[in-house]
């Protein structure tokens, strides 16, 4: 059965798209804080609490999110906030993913894949060799993005995820031949 053509997602044009690196602070970063709050409130607010996502969200300083060492990325669509991740520095050759994003009205577009690259990228230029990042037990389209984009399961996956809580990933990143 297919499916009908006004609920098929709409395929990317990066024509239409802007990869923004912003501080913190910018507005156009707000969608992603104000629906990661809800997402996570949502999803975990029985087991954490409901201020247990603005506590997450504000667990690191926005400084952990700049350059050199750091870097927060918006994607827009015609000037839209529509998908975002950040990384910190988790050790000397590694990068923490972060807040890995996408608008609930632009899902299932690959935006999610399209911010993996982009962080992936940009990690890479910036000297790391390796990734980190988790996600929560209740994410299952996180856990699945991330085994399909080569990440490597730091937990047992056929455990249930409930008895985990966060799903550790990690990655390793191609490095630049040397002259």
Do not use: C
Not at 3 to 8: D, K, S
Not at 120 to 148: C, D, F, M, S, V
């Amino acid at each position: 059965m297919t499916a009908e053509p006004h609920l098929r997602p709409r395929p990317l044009d990066p024509a239409r798209l802007a990869v923004l690196s912003l501080p913190m602070h910018d507005p156009r970063v707000r969608p992603l804080l104000d629906e990661l709050a809800v997402e996570y409130d949502t999803r975990y607010g029985d087991l954490f609490g409901r201020s247990a996502a603005t506590e997450e969200l504000n667990r690191y300083p926005a400084a952990e999110f700049e350059e050199p060492h750091g870097a927060l990325l918006i994607i827009q669509e015609d000037g839209e906030s529509i998908a975002g991740g950040a990384f910190r520095r988790y050790d000397d050759t590694t990068a923490e993913l972060k807040r890995i994003w996408t608008h609930s009205a632009h899902r299932r577009r690959g935006l999610g894949r399209l911010v993996l690259a982009e962080l992936e990228a940009l990690a890479a230029a910036r000297g790391y060799t390796r990734l980190y990042l988790t996600t929560g037990p209740r994410q299952p389209e996180a856990r699945h993005l991330y085994l399909t984009t080569g990440y490597e399961a730091q937990f047992d996956l056929d455990a249930d995820p409930e008895t985990i809580g966060p799903l550790a990933f990690t990655k390793q990143l191609a490095t630049a031949p040397k002259d």
